[in-house]
T-cell receptor, first 109, second 115 residues
Framework: GQNIDQPTEMTATEGAIVQINCTYQTSGFNGLFWYQQHAGEAPTFLSYNVLDGLEEKGRFSSFLSRSKGYSYLLLKELQMKDSASYLCASMDSNYQLIWGAGTKLIIKP | ETGVTQTPRHLVMGMTNKKSLKCEQHLGHNAMYWYKQSAKKPLELMFVYSLEERVENNSVPSRFSPECPNSSHLFLHLHTLQPEDSALYLC??????????????FGAGSRLTVL
């Protein structure tokens, strides 16, 4: 079956670095997405990886290893506004998104 | 307005009521989606419309009925719902369904409570 695993909840300190892991098993692979969702708001697109390696976008970076079925989202210089849920989704061979249940990130001062 | 707009933001209904959720996108996208989001569960894809034609219906109970009158508007008609249907219903749109870089733009959702 198809499956996405990510931690349910993580806590980090303002100014620090946090890495949110995601492992996936899908029928075929057409890319890995990360979305951010603040409480009561719409999920918003953060990153898309289809090739192995690290993609950096400001304070946020996303990494992909296709051979390991693994991705992570790295958040640097954490700010209070980064408190949100982070959703990992893998796109299968039919271009269907398979979603994880999301990781709730709590930032403490 | 820009982006994806959903109304109402909150809805409480009894099991015998009939109501509708509305979604409007101002992005010129070709595809629109309905997702169900329940606490601590993955997003569940309900329906997909591409160029106003339904292309996906993931075994959703018939008490949910979608309608896509044009490429900018999407409705979800609700009737005789069950308490377990209480959830956040998210609408999304995208430019390139069926491609790898198919980025979804979501609305803020309609929070539905069924009593």
């Amino acid at each position: 079956g198809q499956n996405i695993d990510q931690p349910t909840e993580m806590t980090a300190t303002e100014g620090a670095i946090v890495q949110i892991n995601c492992t996936y098993q899908t029928s075929g692979f057409n890319g890995l997405f990360w979305y951010q969702q603040h409480a009561g708001e719409a999920p918003t697109f953060l990153s898309y990886n289809v090739l192995d390696g690290l993609e950096e976008k400001g304070r946020f970076s996303s990494f992909l290893s296709r051979s390991k079925g693994y991705s992570y989202l790295l958040l640097k210089e954490l700010q209070m506004k980064d408190s949100a849920s982070y959703l990992c989704a893998s796109m299968d061979s039919n271009y269907q998104l398979i979603w994880g249940a999301g990781t709730k990130l709590i930032i403490k001062p | 307005e820009t982006g994806v707009t959903q109304t109402p933001r909150h809805l409480v209904m009894g099991m015998t009521n009939k109501k509708s959720l509305k979604c409007e996108q101002h992005l010129g996208h070709n595809a629109m989606y309905w997702y169900k989001q329940s606490a601590k569960k993955p997003l569940e894809l309900m329906f997909v419309y591409s160029l106003e034609e339904r292309v996906e219906n993931n075994s959703v109970p018939s008490r949910f009925s979608p309608e896509c009158p044009n490429s900018s508007h999407l409705f979800l008609h609700l009737h005789t719902l069950q308490p377990e249907d209480s959830a956040l219903y998210l609408c999304a749109s995208s430019q390139e369904p069926g491609s790898g870089a198919n980025v979804l733009t979501f609305g803020a959702g309609s929070r539905l409570t069924v009593l």
